[in-house]
Nanobody, 125 residues
Framework: VQVADSGGDSVQAGGSLRLSCTAS????????VSWWRKGSGKDRERVGS???????NYVDAVKGRFSISRDNDKSILHLQMNSLKPEDSGMYYC????????????????????WGQGTQVTVSI
């Protein structure tokens, strides 16, 4: 599977962005999807995940502000980001992981997932 992520931009704090992710051959019953980010001087972290059953999970720092969804045709996934903060700045990556390596909302994506090229999000005060 090949993954492409997009939608990053520069916004002011409090604003919103919607990132998009397309994955070739993606089927919701075959791949779980996660979003990661890497901020400057920070470790890479998984922001949230969507498992093959539709369950989602988010890191505490974004709960209530970020959400992962699928378009009706189920071939495009989104990360909706609201109430953005400067600490949300970073490169965001969409990752698709084959079901064999999905573990509910905690996939083995860092080792077995297909990563997008990343899309930059910059949040300014």
């Amino acid at each position: 599977v090949q993954v492409a992520d997009s939608g990053g931009d520069s916004v002011q704090a409090g604003g919103s962005l919607r990132l998009s992710c397309t994955a070739s051959r993606y089927r919701p019953d075959m791949y779980c999807v996660s979003w990661w980010r890497k901020g400057s001087g920070k470790d890479r972290e998984r922001v949230g995940s969507l498992d093959i059953n539709g369950a989602t999970n988010y890191v505490d720092a974004v709960k209530g502000r970020f959400s992962i969804s699928r378009d009706n045709d189920k071939s495009i996934l989104h990360l909706q980001m609201n109430s953005l903060k400067p600490e949300d700045s970073g490169m965001y990556y969409c990752v698709a992981t084959y079901r064999e390596y999905c573990r509910g909302v905690y996939p083995l994506d860092s080792d077995f997932g297909a990563w997008g090229q990343g899309t930059q999000v910059t949040v300014s005060i």
